[in-house]
């Protein structure tokens, strides 16, 4: 029972990222951020976030940009989410290299 909720908790905390980063990628233009996976910890006290960053040359200073704004991201989170859930958990993200790693390995295959 409760890795099902927790799994519902990481799917909502998931679209609603998505939704904030959409938002706020559409004025930078060029940029596409994605939320992979959202790990949630059995108490629900901390998510890890796993981001997709587009195009990756940029992904290292977004990604300080975003864990910097981590307590405004945060926030939006907790006004999106006051509904369904009674505490937001503390936010951390990183980066999803799993796409650039699927790339390496099939440069390695074609050789």
């Given amino acids: 029972m409760q890795g099902t909720r927790l799994e519902k908790i990481s799917r909502l905390l ?14 930078m233009g060029g940029v596409l951020i994605s939320v992979s996976t ?3 910890s059995p108490d ?30 945060r926030y939006t989170l907790a006004n999106r989410v006051r509904y369904q ?3 937001t958990p503390e936010l951390s993200f990183f980066i999803d ?3 650039d790693y699927i790339d390496h390995i099939d ?5």
């Fill in 85 to 87: 859930l009674r505490r």
């Fill in 107 to 111: 440069e390695l295959l074609k050789k």
């Fill in 14 to 27: 998931q679209k609603e990222l998505s939704e904030i980063f959409r938002a706020e990628t559409a004025k």
């Fill in 38 to 40: 959202v790990r949630v």
């Fill in 44 to 73: 629900l006290s901390v998510a890890r976030a796993y981001l997709s960053i587009f195009p990756s040359e940029r992904a290292q200073e977004l990604i300080d940009n975003i864990n910097s704004n981590v307590a405004s991201i």
């Fill in 97 to 99: 290299d799993s796409l």
